[in-house]
């Protein structure tokens, strides 16, 4: 055999047993260090600002900010870190929307009617007067185009947009006097944000706008005379009880409130299809996590406002509700001749509506009403 030729296959030869023991140490973790491939190198962490228009610690929708942060932190093995602030703490809590759009935080959570000034479209992707519940709000998101529409609206913002969970259909609202007819709406000033400011209003009521860490000092010092928040578990957080004994339902105005997340989209798009992902289960995760939380905590909420505070539980009554539902009907349309896009988001809107409120009375509606003939 030719010299070169014996030369070559002994440097093959040694260079095969130089790996197959380098292979063998690595799987024992006896490795050298020194002998072993390089270590793929730790990426450098993107350290993220989340500004959210609630108070901080507050129940549920705050605490789910923390948690998303946590989920998207220890999904990417640190790579990704939030620090999530309370409104108030970076930006003005309604100026979360504007700090993300201008690159001055990369991410908000909080409500999508707070940005109605942009355009009113925003109002049906959190909730409408008389709108959907959580679950088909939800399927007209994911499903049946609402997530593109929002897309597109979002976008012309730099925002990119998600649904981050459901506070579910909420209370009518906190009065100091009983509501006993129509008339008792005139003169009276409510909080309440988004198109259902604008129901009430046609009412002859005046709405008020306040973030939720104003609104326990406005009711107490009377500048305003009733307020709606969010639901048994956030409203005994509050206090509300301690000055109004009304509690009334049904929340017409807020029928499955979706809290939001948005990332600056130049943000958005430096991530990798990996990190997206990630992010994006990690917000499906929350969503479900915070949907069910609120039930479970609104239901034992509302029986300690009743047994233990002796809130008044009232329901508003069909003659209030009808024409409230009629004069919905008028603002909502009215909205939606404000501008194309808002039009074409309002018809998918409504068609989504028709469709899964079809589906709803022959599904749940009728067996809740089934079953609540066992209790007859």
């Excluded at 109002?123 to 008389?130: E, G, I, L, R, Y």
């Excluded at 406005?218 to 009304?246: C, M, R």
């Amino acid at each position: 055999m030719p010299e070169t030729e014996k030369n070559r296959r002994g440097f093959l030869k040694a260079a095969g047993a130089a790996s197959a023991a380098a292979l063998v140490a690595a799987c024992d973790g006896q490795s050298d260090t020194s002998a072993a491939a390089p270590a793929v190198a730790k990426r450098r962490a993107k350290n993220l600002k989340m500004v959210t228009t609630w108070p901080k610690n507050f129940p549920g929708l705050g605490v789910s900010a923390e948690r998303l942060a946590k989920r998207i932190s220890e999904a990417t093995d640190g790579a990704i870190r939030i620090k999530v602030y309370a409104g108030g703490e970076l930006v003005p809590p309604f100026g979360a929307f504007d700090a993300v759009s201008q690159g001055k935080a990369e991410i908000y959570n909080g409500a999508e009617y707070y940005w109605q000034g942009k355009s009113k479209a925003f109002n049906f992707f959190a909730s409408v007067p008389f709108g959907m519940t959580a679950s088909e709000l939800a399927a007209w998101v994911y499903h049946m185009g609402g997530q593109e529409l929002w897309d597109e609206l979002a976008g012309g913002f730099n925002i990119k947009p998600f649904l981050l969970g459901n506070t579910g259909v909420q209370m009518g609202g906190w009065f100091r006097s009983e509501i006993t007819s129509l008339e008792d709406f005139k003169g009276l000033r409510m909080r309440i944000p988004g198109l259902g400011g604008e129901v009430i209003k046609r009412l002859g009521a005046t709405p008020v706008t306040k973030a939720g860490g104003e609104i326990f000092l406005a009711l107490s010092q009377g500048n305003i005379d009733a307020t709606e928040w969010v639901g048994p578990w956030n409203d005994l957080s509050f206090g509300f009880h301690e000055i109004a004994k009304y509690y009334y339902y049904p929340g017409f105005h807020e029928t499955g409130t979706a809290a939001s997340v948005g990332f600056n989209t130049d943000v958005w798009n430096s991530f990798s299809k990996s990190d997206q992902a990630i992010i994006q289960n990690a917000i499906l995760a929350e969503s479900d996590f915070v949907t069910a939380e609120f039930n479970a905590q609104n239901a034992r909420a509302l029986d300690t406002l009743i047994d233990k505070h002796g809130v008044q539980l009232r329901r508003f009554s069909d003659e209030i509700l009808t024409e409230i539902g009629r004069v919905a009907a008028e603002v909502l349309a009215e909205t939606a001749a404000e501008d194309e896009l808002t039009g074409r988001v309002y018809e998918s809107f409504v068609a989504a509506r028709t469709s899964t409120s079809r589906w709803g009375e022959i599904g749940e509606q009728a067996f809740r009403e089934a079953r609540a003939l066992l209790k007859a």
